[in-house]
Structures are given as C-alpha cells and as structure tokens.
C-alpha cells in the first residue's frame, strides 16, 4: 500500500491554460515526497492525502507543503498517493507516525473521498470510482477489501493491456463529461459514506492522540453537491481545526485571470500550490504556535 518509490524525472509540462513549465519530481524509498530530518529541533508537520499531496503536477521546490515549510520554519513531510481515501490515508498514517513523531498531522481532504471511502457509492460512481482494489469500513467498523469496478476481472484485464487502458480511459471521459460533472447518489448510500468518513477521521484522531500529534485538515475542493457542507459538519463534530478556504482562494485567483490549474483542468501547477499555501499559512502558524490540542 502506497506511493511509488525512488521515482525521479525532470519534464515540461502545459498547464490549465496551455503555458509551459518544468517540473522535478522525485520521491524516495518510503514513497514520502518529503522527508525531512526526524531529529530536529524545529517543529515537525507531516502532511498526508491524496493525489494533490502527491503533486505530480508541481517541482519539488514548489508544492504547497514545501512552500509552508520554508515561510513558517518546521520540519516538513509529506506522503500523497493519487487515489487514496481516507481510511487508506488512515492506515499509512498508523504505519509510519512513529518513525517521525510529529507535532501536528495536516490531513488533506477531497471531494471524491466521501464517495471512494464507501464502497456501495463508488461502485455507482461513474467520475470518482477507482477501479482498484481498496480496504473499506462498513458500518459496524469491519474491514474488508474489494474492487469497485462493476467487473473486477474485466478490469483487471484491462488494467494489464495499454491499448484497452487508453480505449477505457477514453470511454470514461466520455461518460464523464456526459454527466456534466454532477453525479446524483443515492441519499442513503451518501449518508453511509458520511458515516464511515466519520468512523475514518475518529480512526486517524485516535491514531494522533496516541502520538500526542495534533490533528488539522483542509479540503481541496467542494464541487460536489453538499460537499462543502459536509465536510464542515464532519470537523465540527470531531472537533478537528479547518485551515483556511482553498477551493474560494483559488476560485479567486482564477476569476482575476491567474492560471491555478494543471492541464487536467483538476489539480494545481505551481500558482495554485502557492494560492493553497497562503490560504492556509495564517491559520497553521496559529495552530503550531499555540500548540493547539484536541
């Protein structure tokens, strides 16, 4: 489970609006994009989630974590695996806090993770089903593992030949665009996934408490339906601090002519990593100095 390792490459890249910039991505042998030395004096954050942790599409140098690091002055790590939910981020989080003992764990959260955190509404997602077998809770807080693609084995297949994988991928875009990037769920699927959500963030709250880390999240983006309110009601009730608004700071940025956003329309090049980043700074230097507790 988890990130590739040792990966290192330098390429150029077009950004949301067609412009060109170079990259450097590299990760080392733990998959952490970041790891920074465990016996500081400096306070040490660890930043964990998915794909926009990840950051495929911003230079080492130029992530949002890496930015923060260097305006705040703290010990920065970071893991990100692209389509992680958070019972997945919950179990790496248990399996590597202990090599870093952190002061405070920043969880980045997304849209999709209600939907891939319940296995029932991913399956009947058409843009946030992963097509890979994952671990899930159920509502009695069981895990277990399964694929969500309708046809495991056909998927599996699929997954093994490059040419039915960029036949597929094409098909899924399609049908994507289709739904004009509103799927309607099943309201008593969406409230299960609210519910597990929550078993996920009490799971990584206990996994914090017992390092005596403190517990901080922010969210990416909000264009799912209710998302935005959802997630807010989730930190609320867990008693979880929020960091700062990022999907209003970049929508800003974007209205007044910025490009924010990687070639996939979805994700960040380097502005939107630095809009991320002063969005949340004000709000995490609070926190890591005030020493902020559960």
Not at 75 to 103: D, K, M, S
Request: proline residues 2%.
């Amino acid at each position: 489970m988890g990130g590739k390792k040792n990966v290192h490459y330098e390429l150029a890249k077009k950004d949301g609006c067609g412009e060109l910039y170079h990259l450097t991505y590299q990760t080392d042998s733990l998959g952490f994009r970041k790891f920074g030395n465990t016996s500081t004096s400096k306070k040490k954050v660890l930043f964990i989630g998915d794909s926009f942790t990840q950051a495929q599409d911003a230079s080492d140098d130029s992530t949002y974590y890496t930015l923060l690091s260097q305006w705040l002055n703290f010990e920065v790590f970071a893991y990100g695996t692209g389509g992680h939910g958070t019972l997945q981020e919950a179990l790496r989080l248990e399996q590597i806090i202990t090599q870093i003992n952190p002061h405070l764990v920043v969880l980045q959260f997304c849209e999709n993770d209600l939907i891939n955190n319940c296995y029932e509404l991913e399956q009947a997602s058409i843009q946030h089903n992963n097509r890979h077998r994952r671990p899930y809770l159920d509502i009695n807080d069981s895990l277990f593992y399964a694929n969500p693609a309708i046809n495991s084995t056909l998927s599996f297949i699929i997954e093994k030949s490059k040419l039915l994988s960029f036949i597929m991928g094409k098909i899924r875009n399609l049908l994507i665009s289709k739904t004009n990037s509103k799927e309607i769920f099943n309201p008593v699927e969406y409230n299960k996934a609210k519910q597990i959500t929550d078993k996920c963030l009490k799971k990584i709250k206990l996994i914090c408490a017992k390092s005596r880390a403190t517990f901080v999240s922010f969210t990416v983006n909000e264009s799912l339906i209710g998302s935005k309110k959802t997630y807010q009601s989730l930190m609320q009730q867990n008693n979880i601090e929020i960091l700062g608004d990022v999907p209003q700071a970049i929508a800003n940025k974007e209205k007044q002519g910025e490009c924010c956003l990687a070639e996939d329309k979805g994700h960040w090049n380097h502005t939107g990593h630095r809009i991320c980043a002063e969005s949340l700074m004000n709000r995490l230097q609070y926190v890591l100095t005030h020493e902020i507790k559960q």
